[in-house]
Nanobody
């Protein structure tokens, strides 16, 4: 079983920055993806960024591209999300996720492709 523990998040004014971290523990396959999802009030959870832990290849949702950066630390089985130029519409509960195996890049932001989830962390952006 894989356990994901998140840290970071909080409250910031529009235009500000935050960084989220996620550490995986337990057995995890050598070929896997990690990703960040978010869920705003009264909205469905959406994938915003994913990274293939082997190559570092990344995928971003258009709403965050150019503002958010996902990165990895393979040695520590960790993934990070650096968020800059935050907007009020970025306010949501953010989740870290990991897959058991390789995921086709075309669906690398699909919730159904991820098997393990972090506990969630709140990000609030005020105008």
């Amino acid at each position: 079983q894989v356990h994901l523990v998140q840290s970071g998040g909080g409250s910031v004014q529009a235009g500000g920055s935050l960084r989220l971290s996620c550490v995986a523990s337990g057995y995890i396959a050598s070929s896997y993806y990690m990703a960040w999802f978010r869920q705003a009030p009264r909205k469905q959870r959406e994938g915003i960024a994913s990274i293939y832990m082997v190559s570092g290849s990344t995928t971003y949702h258009p709403s965050v591209k150019g503002r958010f950066t996902i990165s990895r630390d393979n040695a520590n089985k960790s993934v990070y999300l650096q968020m800059i130029n935050l907007k009020p519409e970025d306010t949501a509960l953010y989740y870290c996720a990991a897959s058991r195996t390789w995921v086709p890049p075309s669906v690398a932001l699909a919730q159904s492709k991820f098997d393990f989830w972090g506990q969630g962390t709140q990000v609030t952006v005020s105008s």
